[in-house]
């Protein structure tokens, strides 16, 4: 309901007013009378009117006064004037103090009520969209983190560029001083792809709020800034020194490798976490702050050959083996190196070689993790193609590059990268012994063996031949197949034809005797296999035999 103050010096006309029109209708209730307009000025503090209906004459205030001191104090206050004097200075006088209709005495109840009907329409009006607006304010307070996130996730890629910077600044209420030097502090989970797997998606949502409000806190304690989330494992703080703080870069060195050790201790303490922190050097102002997180996350990348759960900031790095500018140099004549002590079989040769590859790698930092992954998939491939020459894969080894392909993918630093490639070469070199000394031959005998001493059981399968040899049913598949040219059926087919023929060319056996000896319970289906080996029936071979 919307409240009505009728102010007015004469009784009758406010009694008039008051009784003759149903202001419930309109959604209006009457809150008070005045007869003058000092009087209306002291009520509406308490009465609270959000319409006003006054006569233009009055003895003390006349309504155009009055009206001049609601306009200031009240602005939201519609106010209709009702006069009985048609005066042209006093309806000028009117609509500069934004009177929304002015009506003559004696007042026609029709024109009051058209008059009362538009303003209540306007006001209903005025009512949504102020309700809209408060709406839209809520939603904008409680989407202000958001927000604010936005704005200074565009900070590590604009710096200070838009022109409305200043404002934007002012509207989220963030303390960055666009003179003020600045800190970029990067923290990068360690093992993140450990981390992700063991969690579901509300734990790790729930991990990285953690991670961030800690961050948050622990730079409350030391500097003023802000923390938030850049990328997946990934949480980046832009700092300054407080505003009573000396300001010294001593200081603010003091304070920076204070807070990355209690957030690194805290997080691992508290969430079992293990992170590598990279600090920039100092910005000065907003605008530079895209080269200082440039910075602090070429230090925290670092710890790809460096290692993990470290403190990088860039004055701790030593220059690395490229000119300045210059892509990353590697010494490829090192792979073919490690390729022929894998042909030669020389462990001690291919160590070598392994040890110059990531040592190369390790001196080439400015490529980065990046780099090192492609130029070890590099030579994955080379020691691939030199299986593939020498005839020696495996499905175990084939099995070990799979993993290391995918594993490469998720190490870290250059030593669990080197620790996962000796493990493979180790391997290869191993097959190529094997290949070598004969050891193949070996256990292709005893897959021959187990199938001519168990040809008669009707259910031997490939996984009792690898059971009887101690390997898997697809590893003995494959290797008997590179080994001999013939899958293990088709062996066991030929051992079994062969018995028949010995048993065949004995007249006492019965031809159904000999299919159960040699393994077979369906006489007909021995025959077409005994028919497509030899290109006889069984019992023409008997015929042709006796």
């Known amino acids: 309901m919307y409240r009505l103050l009728i102010v007015d010096d004469e009784p009758a006309v406010r009694a008039g007013l008051r009784e003759y029109v149903d202001w419930a209708s309109y959604g209006i209730v009457v809150a008070g009378e005045a007869d003058d307009g000092d009087v209306a000025l002291e009520m509406i503090a308490s009465s609270q009117p959000d319409l006003i ?46 009177a929304v209709d002015y009506i003559f005495k004696p007042v026609n109840l029709q024109e009051l009520k058209a008059v009362i009907q ?33 704005f200074l996730l565009s900070l590590l890629v604009n710096g200070t560029s838009k022109i409305d910077m200043q404002s934007r600044i002012h509207f989220l209420e963030l303390n960055l001083p666009s003179e003020s030097p600045y800190w970029v502090m990067v923290i990068s989970v360690d093992d993140i792809a450990d981390v992700l797997e063991s969690r579901s998606e509300r734990d790790r949502q729930l991990l990285w709020y953690s991670v961030l409000n800690i961050y948050q806190e622990l730079m409350d304690t030391y500097l003023q ?46 969430l079992k976490l293990g992170v590598t922190i990279g600090i920039s050097d100092r910005a000065n102002g907003l605008a530079d702050i895209p080269h200082a997180y440039k910075q602090a996350r070429e230090a925290a990348d670092y710890k790809w050959y460096l290692g993990k759960n470290r403190i990088i900031t860039m004055d701790s790095l030593e220059s690395s083996g490229t000119e300045a500018g210059g892509a990353p140099k590697f010494d490829y004549a090192l792979n073919g190196q490690l390729l022929s002590a894998l042909k030669a079989d020389d462990a001690e ?43 020696v894969q495996s499905p175990e080894l084939e099995a070990m590059e799979a993993d290391l392909w995918e594993q490469l993918l998720e190490h870290e630093t250059l030593g669990e990268m080197k620790l996962q490639v000796e493990a493979y070469l180790n391997s290869v070199m191993c097959r190529i012994r094997e290949k070598r000394t004969g050891k193949m031959a070996n ?44 899958t293990v059926g088709e062996y066991l087919t030929q051992v079994r034809v062969e018995k028949a023929k010995e048993l065949l060319r004995d007249p006492q056996y019965k031809f159904y005797d000999i299919c159960n000896a040699i393994g077979y319970t369906d006489p007909s289906y021995f025959t077409k296999l005994f028919k497509k080996a030899t290109g006889v029936t069984p019992s023409a071979y008997r015929d042709s035999h006796a």
Do not use: C
């Not at 009240?74 to 009117?94: N, W």
């Not at 990934?234 to 807070?259: N, Q, Y």
């Open 443 to 486: 256990i292709v005998e005893r897959i021959r063996g187990v199938i001519e001493q168990r040809y008669a059981d009707g259910n031997l399968t490939v996984a009792d031949i690898g059971k009887a040899v101690y390997l898997s049913p697809t590893y003995v598949s494959l290797l008997f197949k590179q080994e001999t040219g013939q």
């Open 225 to 270: 800034g802000y923390a938030f989330e850049h990328r997946l494992g990934e949480f980046v703080g832009i700092m300054r020194l407080p505003d009573a703080g000396a300001g010294g870069v001593s200081d603010a060195s003091e304070a920076l490798f204070a807070l990355a050790g209690d957030i690194r201790s805290n997080l691992e303490r508290w």
């Open 349 to 391: 040769k291919l160590g070598e070689a392994v040890d110059r590859i990531f040592a190369n790698l390790a001196h080439n930092r400015p490529g980065g993790l990046k780099f090192g992954r492609n130029l070890i998939l590099q030579l994955v491939l080379g020691v691939s193609q030199l299986l593939m020459e020498l005839g």
């Open 118 to 150: 538009r303003v209540s329409a306007d006001m209903d009006a005025e009512r949504s969209e102020r309700r809209k607006r408060e709406e839209l304010l809520v939603k904008l307070k409680e989407s202000m983190p958001l927000l604010r996130e936005k």
């Open 53 to 98: 209906l006054t006569d233009v004459r009055m003895p003390n205030m006349d309504g155009i006064a009055m009206s001049r001191r609601i306009a200031e104090e009240y602005p939201h206050i519609k106010i209709i004037f009702v006069s009985g004097h048609d005066d042209a200075d006093y309806l000028k006088s009117a609509m500069k103090v934004s």
